[in-house]
């Protein structure tokens, strides 16, 4: 590194983003190392801090919590890795040791910060700090392209738990075997289409919805039945002799959303929600209580899905091909979350290049 600066995308205010000189990071504790960051990624979670949803905002934030990069530097605690090593870390970083961790929960570590977040900054930029990296860091397969690789960091992990998660609830009722029913996803975004794709691994019929025309376009390359929600609700009574979903996947972080899973799925079904929700909930108690409704909610342990993801990846190489639609270079970054927010493009990888 000849330079002490890095180009960097900071969010200053609510929807005030902006390509600035940072510092470049350096080690703070033993056990971190340094990244030089190759591809961040674009993330609909980035829109809820974009928005000025996630919270009071104290300071500028340097954004983004998908990477791929190469190791430039490491602690002295750093037992696993060495420069030169290309790597992929999940946005959710945690010590592997702690009551948590050693369940598999690796979202609610004990130790765990977040990329991209006032207490750990992100990874849009050409640098970036990696904490508690033993723990955290995987190596770049060889045999996927790194602009793929890069789904591995969030959307696909995540995307293959919710419905993972559904179906192992599902399974209590009959635990020796498998139930092969009916799944709705709500949102297909990127999460929701991995979720798809992951879910058409494990149920017989999977069910997508959302608002925009050109994401059921995809849903439906992904393998997903996908309509708008008045005709959905039609189809799925069909399918189900009009019980309802075994299990809804809510991908979107939205109230209405929630709600919407409450009215699809079946008595004593699923609903498996991994978007980010930010606000007060009000749920339908009378429903809940009348369906025995069974739910799973949250942060995706990234580090425990991943090695099962990168499966998912490998084996759906070809429907993923085209699924990151533009990389850029991170000085477009400010346009680019203003046409990612209006929904006029997917998903986008910004490219880093050291001056």
């Known amino acids: ?54 919270g009071p905002q104290t300071g500028p934030i340097v954004m983004g919590h998908e990477l791929v990069g190469e190791i430039v530097e490491i602690g002295p605690d750093v037992k696993l890795w060495k420069q030169g090593d290309k790597v992929i870390s999940p946005f959710s970083l945690s010590c592997g040791a702690c009551f948590y961790c050693d369940r598999g929960h690796t979202s609610r570590c004990e130790k765990q910060t ?51 998660l559904a179906l192992q609830i599902l399974n209590v009722d009959k635990p020796e075997k498998e139930v092969a029913g009916v799944c709705v996803v709500i949102g297909c975004g990127p999460v929701g289409l991995c979720a798809i794709t992951a879910a058409r691994e494990r149920f017989r019929t999977v069910f997508a919805t959302d608002l925009h025309p050109k994401r059921l376009e995809l849903a439906t390359k992904h393998g997903a039945a996908a309509l708008p929600l008045d005709q959905l609700r039609t189809e ?29 799925v079946r008595p004593y079904g699923v609903i498996s929600s991994g978007g980010v929700h930010n606000q007060t909930l009000e749920l339908p108690g009378k429903v809940m209580y009348g369906k025995n409704i069974r739910m799973v909610f949250g942060r995706c342990s990234v580090r425990t899905f991943l090695p099962e993801a990168t499966n998912l990846l490998r084996n759906n190489i070809d429907l993923f091909s085209t ?17 990612f927010e209006r929904n006029e493009v997917g998903k986008v990888a910004f490219r880093m290049k050291e001056d």
């Open 114 to 164: 977040l990329l991209g977040t006032p207490s750990h900054d992100g990874a849009q930029a050409e640098y970036v700090r990696i904490s508690m990296a033993d723990a955290c860091l995987f190596r770049q397969p060889e045999d996927i392209p790194p602009h793929l690789t890069l789904l591995l960091a969030d959307v696909v992990p995540t995307g293959l738990s919710m419905a993972h």
């Open 1 to 54: 590194m000849t330079s002490k600066t890095m180009r960097a995308v900071v969010l200053s205010a609510a929807r005030e983003i902006s390509v600035q000189d940072k510092p470049i990071p350096t080690v703070q504790n033993g056990g971190d190392v340094i990244v030089r960051v190759h591809l961040a990624g674009l993330c609909g979670s980035e829109l809820h801090t974009y928005r000025g949803h996630a």
């Open 323 to 339: 699924f990151v639609e533009e990389t850029v270079s991170v000085e477009k970054a400010q346009e680019y979350y203003e046409r």
């Open 236 to 264: 799925l009574l069909k399918a189900t002799d009009g019980r309802g979903a075994d299990a809804v996947l809510e991908l979107v972080g939205h109230a209405d959303a929630l709600l919407t899973a409450t009215e699809l």
